[in-house]
Structure formats: C-alpha cells, structure tokens
C-alpha cells in the first residue's frame, strides 16, 4: 500500500511537472528530436533554424528537402507542440462522466491548436526558402487522436498550411521521405552510370573505326585477306 501510494505521489509529481509551460515544451522537444534523429541522418535536418527571412524565431526543427538543382534544397519546418491543460481536461471529464466538461475541454483544446498552427504558419513558412507546409508534432498520440476526431486535419491544412503528426504517423513520414532521399541518391547515381556508358559508348564507336582502318580487308580471286 505504501508503494502504492509513492507512485500516486510521483504520478501527480509528473503532472505537476508537465504543467509549467517550459517543461512540457522541452519533453515535446525531447520526444521530437528522438524520433528525427532516430530516422534521419544528421546531414538531413537542423535544428533551431531561422527559416523565414527577418525573423527571430527558430523552429525546433527543420527537414532539409532536396531542390530542384543539385546542392540545393528548401526547408521543411517542423515543431512540437503540447496542449497539456486542455488534454487533461478532456480526460478529466471523461473520467468523471461529465458531458458538458468534455465538449467545453474539446472546444478549448480546438482553439489552442488553432493558435499554434497559427503561430507555425506566421512564423516559419516562407516559401521559396520553405515548403509551402509546415508539421506540427504533437507528442502523445491520444492528443494526436483527439485533434483528429474534433476533425481539425482538414481545416489546419486549408487555412494554415500546416500537417498535424502524432509520434506513429510522424515516424512513418519520416521513413517515407527516408525512402525518397534514397531514391533521389539512386536516381542521381543512375544519371552517372548512363552518362559513363554513353561515353564508353562513344569511345568504343571510336575505337571500332580505328579496327577498321587498320584492318584493311581485300577481296582476291574470290577470297578474303587480311593485311593488319
């Protein structure tokens, strides 16, 4: 019973914790930064980048997006972001079965991301330096599934151009564009490889017209000599 009661205590001490507004930002910081790094090579993303011109604010993260060109490419920003309050409270009134706590909580939560995909939006996105889109992560896939059901996917992605990623769906779009990095590499080494075998190509074309004059065929009494 006393163990017990020690981890209700440090449960409610976590809580406490992820209350203050800075340190829940850093653990969503935390849990972003090891998914990328998990995934990512270090040469595929920076972190605290100023992505759009004359600003002072660093994005958490920014993916680096191959160009057009060959040694260019576009930032894609990504930041974390971590509604605890409005989550909690959600979870709250669920817990106690009250209806009318659970809309207002949803409700609530609703704006707070509408502000953030709004602060993302202003703040970061600034194409051509950028993508035309920006993610925003959020770190715990229950609040990942809440912004979904309240059906805010479609309404971010129209009105501020941002993705919404829990920790799943975050990891398996990084895998994809792993893949596509991939491809791009392959795509790139092929160009070369085609490139050399034209070359090879003409230089045996080349060298077969040489054989040719060197190889000086006459055709006497109705029999081929060869005179090298």
Do not use: H, W
Request: proline fraction near 3%; glycine fraction near 10%.
């Amino acid at each position: 019973i006393g163990e017990i009661k020690g981890l209700a205590s440090d449960v409610g001490s976590l809580k406490t914790v992820l209350t203050n507004v800075k340190t829940k930002g850093i653990v969503g910081e935390v849990i972003l930064g090891n998914i990328i790094r998990e995934i990512l090579t270090v040469g595929q993303y920076e972190e605290n980048v100023k992505t759009k011109e004359g600003s002072n604010d660093p994005v958490e993260f920014a993916i680096k997006m191959p160009g057009e060109n060959d040694g260019e490419f576009v930032y894609l920003p990504v930041d974390s972001k971590f509604p605890t309050k409005s989550y909690t409270s959600i979870l709250e009134a669920i817990e106690a079965g009250d209806k009318v706590g659970i809309e207002n909580a949803r409700k609530a939560l609703a704006t707070n991301i509408k502000n953030f995909a709004k602060d993302i939006s202003s703040k970061y996105i600034d194409e051509p330096n950028t993508t035309g889109f920006a993610i925003m992560f959020l770190p715990i896939e229950g609040l990942y599934a809440e912004v979904i059901n309240l059906g805010l996917f479609e309404e971010l992605q129209r009105d501020y151009k941002i993705c919404v990623c829990g920790p799943s769906t975050f990891a398996a779009l990084l895998n994809a564009l792993q893949m596509g990095f991939k491809s791009l590499v392959i795509q790139k080494k092929s160009a070369e490889v085609f490139k050399l075998l034209g070359g090879v190509k003409t230089e045996f074309g080349k060298f077969a017209d040489a054989l040719e004059k060197a190889c000086v065929c006459t055709i006497e009494d109705g029999k081929m000599t060869k005179d090298l």
